[in-house]
């Protein structure tokens, strides 16, 4: 007897669960959305000795006008919105389908004037190890690798952490409510509409450093990819009506990767401190225009 009450009650459980299946998907006609420039990715700077380990706490400033930067082929993906199992084929029975169409979209390129890391970089014979955490103004993880010789230095790096940013868009959306079997399922339906609102989200990047030594002065030059929204697949959006509650809406485009080339100088005395300055030039294959600032840091050895 028991047991037939189980299954009862697991056979309601799992209509309740069917019954509250929709599926959202977005096409974003255009919009502009936040792009926070990528954090410091550098090396050592200067020739450590073998078998050292040091603290590096550094404070950076880089004012930076935002810019509105154009992306180019940018493209929502064809999407077929089947009944009960959401996205399908377009050889499937589908109910409503969001055509391939480009996405008009703009980076709005930011920089937070300061920013603040703590690094614990560490030499063995040549080879070079660093990591490290900032806040740019949130908070970022980052490593490097490399090797670090009497002359110079080279090596890999990259970042990983979170951002916060608004991004304002217009989009047609589709929804269909999907194995509705204790219910009045709303029909699958069209809309269109607009959004400005802000989103927590990650961001990322990977790029390479190399520095040449003269005496307590370093050449810099660091490369590195960015991707501003990193992992993003859905976006707000209204709610359609009789639905509730309201899901965001699945988008098929992806945000496009910038690069940043940084050249600059940096002056280490004593082991004890390092001054750095110099500029980014950021620019992209999917971007349509560059920009570049300048910047500047001061670090305590310990």
Known sequence: MIRKYLHLAFLIAALLALDGCHTYKMSVLEGDFDARVAPAMRGAEFAMDSGSTIRRLSVSVHPMKDKSVDLVNVWNKEVYVCDLDGECEATDDYDLKLDERKADIDYILKSFPISIDLEWMNKFETVYTAYGFGLDPL????????????????????????????????????????????????????????????????????????????????????????????????????????????????????????????????????????????????????????????????????
């Open 139 to 302: 908070p970022y993880a980052k490593a490097s690798f490399g090797a670090n010789f009497r002359y110079g230095e080279i090596g890999v790096s990259t970042f990983w952490g979170l951002d916060y940013g608004k991004a304002t868009y217009k989009y047609e959306g589709v929804f269909v409510s999907g194995g509705c079997i204790m219910c009045v399922s709303p029909e699958p339906e069209y809309t269109t509409g607009e959004n400005s609102d802000s989103y927590l989200h990650f961001r990322g990047g990977i790029g390479a450093y190399a520095s040449l030594f003269l005496g307590p002065v370093a050449l810099v030059y660091v490369p590195s990819l960015t991707k501003p929204w990193l992992w993003r697949d859905d976006l707000e959006g209204k709610a359609f009506q009789g639905v509730e509650p309201m899901a965001d809406y699945d988008i098929s485009f992806a945000f496009p990767w910038f690069i940043t080339n940084y050249f600059g100088v940096t002056y280490t005395l004593n082991k004890v401190a390092q001054f750095r300055v110099g500029v980014s030039i950021v620019n992209g294959k999917q971007l349509a225009d560059g920009a570049y600032y300048g910047s500047a840091s001061a670090s305590w050895l310990f």
